[in-house]
């Protein structure tokens, strides 16, 4: 099962805002393979997609009643698609990066909320997995840029940000099972990738990495295993999935947790969801 059985890990205090996000790989796909139990069972607050890969309509009678659907769909069919789904309703919302060359690309959502009297913001984004050597890697390094600037100017607008998903990049050695044989041959770990998140995390955009720091300097936890050989088993995986917190909100995270599946043919996703309480 994905739904886990430690009541430490299920209960909510009082007061506590839980955020969840993972990429779907599908949300028909995903439904199909129970995802809709492990909703049911975690008690979230704010729910973010990545890889929706399905028109608003379906999106929307799968989840059902009783959330608010924030939804970017890609212009190309069955690709990307993210959403922001929340008990309680936005007060703004923003649909894509602020770069018209994204605008369709079903990549970067944006939520406002207010909470205790402060405007709190919730991104879903995608950030593309990229291929060396073709238009998917420059895409890749186009979006990080974009982010760059994004990142700054939400910090600057809102009084606490938080940006989570898929975002397709390993940060450390920490972050993968097999760094050597992946570390500047493969997309997610290229240094010039990873240059991206030394800024994101350093102190000129000043970003927290809310599941590095609870989990201390520790490999994983891993968030993305493929589906092809023996990874999941091996537990050969990769910790692309983030909270990105600004200082203020990062500190008012109190638990993490990777919501790894027990079995391989028990997951719905080649992702696990990534859930993370705020004490406000």
Not at 9 to 17: C, F, N, Q, Y
Not at 127 to 140: C, I, N, P, R
Not at 159 to 168: C, I, P
Not at 258 to 271: G, Q, W
Request: net charge negative.
């Amino acid at each position: 099962m994905v739904i886990p059985t430690s009541v430490e890990i299920l209960s909510k205090d009082a007061g506590a805002l839980r955020v969840a996000s993972v990429n779907v790989n599908g949300i028909r796909a995903a439904y199909k393979r129970n995802m809709a139990d492990w909703i049911a069972a975690r008690d979230v607050d704010i729910l973010c997609l990545q890889e929706v890969r399905a028109p608003d309509k379906i999106l929307r009678e799968l989840i059902g009643e009783g959330w608010h659907i924030l939804h970017a769909e890609a212009k190309d069919k069955g690709r990307a698609g993210v959403a922001v789904l929340s008990r309680t309703e936005p007060v703004a919302v923003r649909e894509h990066i602020g770069e018209d060359y994204f605008a369709e690309s079903g990549r970067w959502v944006e939520a406002d909320f207010e909470v205790n009297g402060e405007i709190f913001t919730v991104v879903s984004a995608y950030v593309h997995s990229g291929e060396l050597g073709t238009q998917k890697q420059e895409d890749k390094y186009r979006f990080l840029q974009r982010m760059n600037v994004r990142l700054v100017e939400l910090k600057n607008e809102k009084d606490h940000v938080l940006v989570v998903g898929d975002l397709n990049v390993v940060h450390t050695q920490k972050d993968i099972k097999n760094w050597k044989p992946n570390h500047n041959k493969r997309a997610g770990v290229m240094d010039e990738e990873i240059a991206y998140f030394d800024g994101f995390f350093g102190p000129e955009i000043g970003y927290k990495d809310v599941a590095r720091e609870l989990a201390g300097d520790v490999q994983g936890p891993y968030t993305w295993w493929s589906f092809r050989g023996q990874a999941f088993d091996n537990d050969a995986g990769w910790r692309i999935d983030y909270h990105m917190a600004t200082p203020a909100l990062a500190g008012k995270a109190i638990k993490s947790h990777v919501d790894r599946a027990s079995a391989y043919d028990l997951r719905f996703s080649d992702h696990a969801p990534l859930v993370v309480d705020y004490q406000f």
